[in-house]
């Protein structure tokens, strides 16, 4: 079957990136890279199934520079998709349509999950 | 003349309310997991450093043990239905949808149980 040649949208190269855009495609992206630390919480149950040799291998890796910049960067995408997922609740319901408050909201969700993550990190030992 | 109803021709050809139901259950995992969601940051930065004796007494408490259960199904959920709509909106031919669609979908039922049945035998102490 022959695909219908419809117009195409304006190319993204020639847009200038604006915090609503910027947000949205950081929404997708913490959710698909979040996505993946669900697989490594997966890999963490089961090693700790498979007994206390297995678990402390994989623990080992958590206090090292990677494993530290994985977990911040876990952490960081958790609380950006969470603050802007409930912002999207919010559109959902009608709410805060208007470009004024969607512009206070998305630098809001920034605020927040910069210093959610600081707070979450210094407690959980990382920074 | 056709004597089939304007229902009958109608069905099987419009949104047969896929659409709703995707959109809604996204919403609903994403208001479940804001509550599970905090409760597993909370437990993680509780946790660090913590050794597998206490973990392991972490996951028989019934409590944990139910949450977390709940944050697996509902995260999994979410994640594929959230890929489901990235896939959908990036993929070139239907094919590669398709394929990735169903991949998507059976790595999140695989590691979605493997962690559920993980937490179970924890839990039961099996």
């Known amino acids: ?127 | 003349m056709s004597l089939r109803s304007p229902l009958a021709h109608a069905r099987g050809l419009g949104s047969a309310k896929e659409g709703i139901h995707h959109w809604w259950s996204q919403r609903l995992t994403a208001l479940a997991l804001i509550p599970l969601g905090l409760w597993f940051i909370y437990s993680l930065v509780v946790m660090t450093g913590a050794n597998y004796t206490t973990v392991i007494a972490w996951l028989a408490n019934p409590l944990n043990a139910v949450l977390m259960l709940l944050f697996i199904i509902s995260l999994y959920y979410h994640a594929a239905l959230g890929l489901q709509v990235v896939i959908e909106d990036y993929t070139k031919s239907e094919w590669q949808k398709i394929a990735f669609l169903i991949l998507v979908k059976f790595i999140a039922l695989l590691a979605g149980f493997s962690a559920a049945i993980a937490v179970l035998k924890l839990y039961l102490g099996l």
């Not at chain 1, 979040?34 to 958590?62: D, I, K, P, R, Y």
């Not at chain 1, 090292?64 to 997922?85: D, E, P, Q, R």
Request: net charge positive; aromatic share 14%.
């Open chain 1, 1 to 127: 079957m022959e695909s219908v040649k419809r117009p195409l949208s304006p190319h993204l190269q020639v847009y200038k990136p604006q915090l609503t855009s910027i947000l949205s495609i950081t929404h997708r992206g913490t959710g698909v890279f979040l996505s993946l630390g669900a697989l490594l919480l997966t890999c963490w149950l089961v090693g700790l199934n498979a007994g206390e040799e297995v678990f402390n291998s994989l623990q080992l890796h958590t206090s090292t520079w990677y494993g530290k910049i994985s977990l911040s960067a876990f952490v960081f995408s958790f609380y950006f998709h969470f603050t802007n997922g409930v912002r999207h609740l919010f559109w959902d319901a009608g709410k805060g349509l208007e470009i004024k408050t969607v512009y206070v909201t998305g630098y809001t969700c920034i605020a927040m999950s910069i210093v959610l993550s600081v707070i979450t990190l210094y407690f959980g030992g990382a920074i």
